[in-house]
């Protein structure tokens, strides 16, 4: 059973260029959150695809975007990048029946840095 | 406004002691709360989960306490190995949320052989 898995695990990005990110969520989930974690903090919600729609947001500008495919699988992008968004971003996945307190799991992250 | 406050920042305990972590929180309306073990250059993986109708889980050596009162929790992990050395995280979610978590900084554990 797989789980949580995230392409590509490193990458180097210019400012000003854009990213994408891809998960895979664990076999049988159809919800998947994406998560950023800067150096030495806890990971910050960036939002959450269910049915392939965008239904939760954290506080992050518009620069963040995503999209959930009908396997369920999703991708993040952001574009015209800044320094500050050098972080180790996190997929999670988890199922909509029964959500509250359903166990999250978390890909190993893709490790962004902007130079 | 941070939601989930953890202390300690980190952590030093020799092996075969106790380790133990706070949170506090302050949204009444979370009710769902993990705590998270992080190894370097790995995602977050779940340790032990506690609702606020219990006020003590324990799984193996990881125990967690609730104080729904003072709006706190904490993790114990007993008789502390070298093999735990590891950044700890407290978070929160809230019935409503749609399993969306609010994480606290983060504890660096070093168990000292």
């Known amino acids: ?40 903090q806890g990971p910050q919600f960036i939002f959450q695809y269910y049915e392939e729609e965008e239904r939760q947001r954290g506080n992050f500008p518009d620069r963040f975007s995503g999209h959930q495919f009908p396997n369920y699988s999703s991708e993040l992008n952001v574009n015209a990048l800044l320094l500050g968004d050098s972080a180790l971003y996190l997929c999670a996945s988890s199922l909509e029946q029964g959500s509250a307190g359903n166990t999250i799991y978390f890909g190993e992250g893709s490790w962004l840095t902007v130079v | 406004q941070q939601q989930v406050k953890q202390s300690p920042q980190s ?67 007993m008789d502390s190995q070298p093999g735990d050395s590891a950044t700890y995280f407290c978070a929160a979610s809230k019935h409503s949320g749609y399993s969306t978590l609010t994480f606290g900084k983060g504890t660096m554990l070093l168990v000292s052989p």
Not at chain 1, 10 to 25: A, M
Not at chain 2, 53 to 75: W, Y
Request: proline share 6%; with cysteine; aromatic share 12%.
């Open chain 1, 1 to 40: 059973d797989a789980g949580v898995t995230q392409s590509p695990t490193h990458l180097i990005k210019t400012r000003g260029q854009q990213v994408t990110l891809r998960c895979s969520p664990k076999s049988g989930h159809d919800t998947v959150s994406w998560y950023q974690q800067a150096l030495g």
């Open chain 2, 11 to 77: 952590l030093i305990v020799q092996k075969g002691g106790i380790s133990i972590i706070n949170c506090a929180y302050e949204n009444t309306a979370f009710d769902y709360f993990p705590w998270y073990q992080q190894f370097p250059g790995k995602g977050p993986a779940l340790l032990i989960a506690i609702r606020p109708d219990v006020s003590e889980k324990k799984e193996g050596r990881f125990t967690i306490s609730f104080n729904k009162s003072a709006k706190q929790f904490s993790l114990h992990i």
